[in-house]
């Protein structure tokens, strides 16, 4: 069953009646109610259409946070074969909350890395809700330095809220581990490309996205803070968080204009959640694209190109 966000209520609500008839129908075979409930889809696809057709920051974000999004996991199952996840950061632990290994993209050899949120309670829950600790950090800083090690291009899949700011996270070094990671993104030697598949949140998202090439998901969203953490800095009202949204310029399109993000791929009608097929293959088509770009570029033009982007962000939308 769909699970509708709070500005969807209305298509919930058509969408549930025409199911109602349909059922009703399975149940009574001499009910003819097609019509009806044809003219109840056609209602409910224009309403779709005009919901999205101009979203919100705000709306962007729920949007984004959609629990049936597809996650890393997903997109790792299917865009990537031969996929050997590797664990550790040889140092304490395991996190759960970021995957990563050895995979094939389009028969190339690559390194994938990911945040992961779960997808029901228990896993969700074992994810740590895709927010990541000093270990899972630590783990993304290997698997980079075998990636440049054996010249394989590096992709990776943000979907966060930020980095988990547990005691013990904070203990075992957290800030550390987070910009290790921002500073091996920086310095290896082979394409890197980044794909913000959903939440983009802080730094958390900073140290796997400081990629040659960043992409972002049409309804996806990046930034420095959660909406609510905003308000609840700014005005000591997490329910501002729709004139945070506004004023953090956190959707793909603005950020592409300051040029954080270098293209937005096109999602299917009312999210990814709605068509994940339809939204993975635009994912594969981005990264495809995104791969052939950087290709021949020598290590050293690879860190420079790296280098001159993050210089230039901001300088293209600071009269916008």
């Known amino acids: 069953m769909t699970q509708y966000l709070e500005f969807e209520k209305p298509l919930a609500e058509i969408e549930g009646k025409a199911e109602e008839l349909r059922a009703l129908a399975r149940a009574n ?24 057709k101009d979203l919100t920051p705000w709306r962007k974000c729920q949007v984004a946070r959609h629990p049936e999004r597809p996650h890393c996991q997903d997109y790792i199952d299917a865009l990537f074969t031969e996929y050997t996840p590797l664990a550790g950061d040889r140092n304490f632990a ?3 909350a970021v995957m990563g290994g050895l995979a094939r993209f389009n028969d190339q050899p690559i390194v994938v890395i990911g945040h992961e ?16 600790r000093p270990e899972g950090y630590r783990k993304a800083i290997r698997l980079m330095e075998m990636a440049s090690r054996f010249k394989l291009p590096v992709i990776t899949l943000v979907d966060t809220a930020g980095a988990y700011p547990g005691k013990g996270a904070e203990e075992r070094g957290q ?61 000591k009202d997490a329910e501002k968080m729709r004139e945070a949204a506004e004023a953090l310029r956190l959707t793909a399109q603005d950020l592409q204009k300051l040029g954080v993000n270098d293209r937005v791929i096109p999602e299917p009608l009312g999210g990814a959640h709605r068509d994940a097929k339809a939204a993975m293959a635009s994912v594969s088509g981005a990264i495809q694209d995104m791969l052939d770009e950087l290709k021949g570029k020598t290590a050293d033009e690879l860190i420079k190109d790296r280098r001159q982007k993050f210089l230039d962000i901001g300088s293209k939308g600071l009269a916008a």
């Open 94 to 96: 395991d996190d759960l």
């Open 175 to 235: 800030s550390e581990a987070i910009a290790r990671s921002t500073e091996m993104c920086l310095k290896i030697g082979v394409p890197l490309i980044s794909v913000i598949i959903g939440e983009g949140g802080s730094g958390g998202a900073v140290a796997f996205a400081s990629a040659n090439r960043v992409a972002m998901l049409e309804h996806s969203v990046y930034s420095v803070i959660s909406p609510e953490g905003c308000a609840s800095i700014l005005w």
């Open 29 to 52: 075979e001499e009910m003819d109610v097609a019509d009806e409930a044809a003219a109840l889809d056609a209602k409910a696809a224009q309403l779709l259409q005009d919901l999205y």
């Open 117 to 132: 949120k779960g997808s029901d309670t228990k896993s969700r829950i074992e994810r740590n809700f895709g927010m990541a």
